[in-house]
């Protein structure tokens, strides 16, 4: 299985959170549900830009607090260039890759960044075949079946 990871799903791996409840009910870690696909991955893909969205997200959560002391968030950051280095295969950017990006945020109504993951996505699909593509924002969610990408979840 080819894996492609937006930030919302790369940062899921350093930080454990809580899937939304549904009917009152804790349906689990959204963390645990990204391990697992990475476990089952063959490749897991990601946009360079990813390393610095996930840096921004690492550090918006140290000041909510959302690590319970300074090491476990060091410790986010050294898995992250970890894994950054020897997991994860990262797609560069390309004019033509924001130029198809730029279409798709104006297409559906996307920010910058998240329209760069769906073209990304999308040229993968292209390349490979089937991609499996992991993301946690609702506008990717939304925009990504209609361009034909699997969600992974």
Not at 4 to 13: A, C, H, P, R
Not at 56 to 83: C, K, T, V
């Amino acid at each position: 299985m080819i894996l492609y990871l937006d930030t919302s799903s790369l940062v899921k791996l350093y930080v454990l959170e809580p899937s939304e409840a549904r009917d009152g009910k804790e349906t689990g870690w959204e963390s645990e549900e990204v391990r697992h696909l990475c476990a089952q991955a063959d490749d897991i893909y990601i946009s360079v830009i990813g390393y610095a969205e996930a840096r921004s997200a690492l550090a918006r959560r140290r000041g909510e607090h959302r690590f319970s002391n300074p090491e476990g968030y060091d410790g986010a950051i050294q898995d992250l260039d970890h894994n950054w280095r020897d997991l994860l295969l990262k797609v560069d950017l390309t004019e033509r890759l924001v130029h198809f990006a730029g279409d798709l945020a104006e297409k559906h109504g996307l920010r910058a960044y998240d329209a760069v993951h769906l073209a990304t996505g999308i040229m993968l699909q292209m390349r490979f075949g089937e991609i499996n593509f992991s993301s946690w924002d609702q506008e990717l969610l939304g925009a990504a079946p209609s361009e034909g990408l699997v969600l992974a979840h």
